[in-house]
Nanobody
Framework: QVQLVESGGGLVQPGGSLRLSCAASGTIFSPYVMGWYRQTPGKQRELVASITSSESVNYEDSVKGRFTISRGNAKNTVYLQMNSLKPEDAGVYYC?????????????????WGQGTQVTVSS
């Protein structure tokens, strides 16, 4: 069983910074990709940033240049440094890890989610 534990959310003023952390525990594996998603009331969960095991990164357009995703040395941790925060960045941020297996040419991806951490950007 895999558990993802997030931390680092909170209340910050516009223009401020926060650093989110997510650590995977339980069944030992090196996630194929890890990412951060944001959900706001009435909207679907959307991808904010992701990073693969080969360190390839992807960002949602509105956070490019402000947010930085990175993985820890243990490769089962992921961080999201959020700078120059705006009110529209607020929401519940969820960490996701994908475990990929390849068996006889068949690829299977298993998704794991954290419990979410609230980010509030307000003066």
């Amino acid at each position: 069983q895999v558990q993802l534990v997030e931390s680092g959310g909170g209340l910050v003023q516009p223009g401020g910074s926060l650093r989110l952390s997510c650590a995977a525990s339980g069944t030992i594996f090196s996630p194929y990709v890890m990412g951060w998603y944001r959900q706001t009331p009435g909207k679907q969960r959307e991808l904010v940033a992701s990073i693969t095991s080969s360190e390839s990164v992807n960002y949602e357009d509105s956070v490019k240049g402000r947010f930085t995703i990175s993985r820890g040395n243990a490769k089962n941790t992921v961080y999201l440094q959020m700078n120059s925060l705006k009110p529209e960045d607020a929401g519940v941020y969820y960490c996701k890890a994908v475990r990929r297996t390849v068996n006889a040419g068949t690829v299977n991806d298993y998704d794991y989610w954290g419990q979410g951490t609230q980010v509030t950007v307000s003066s």
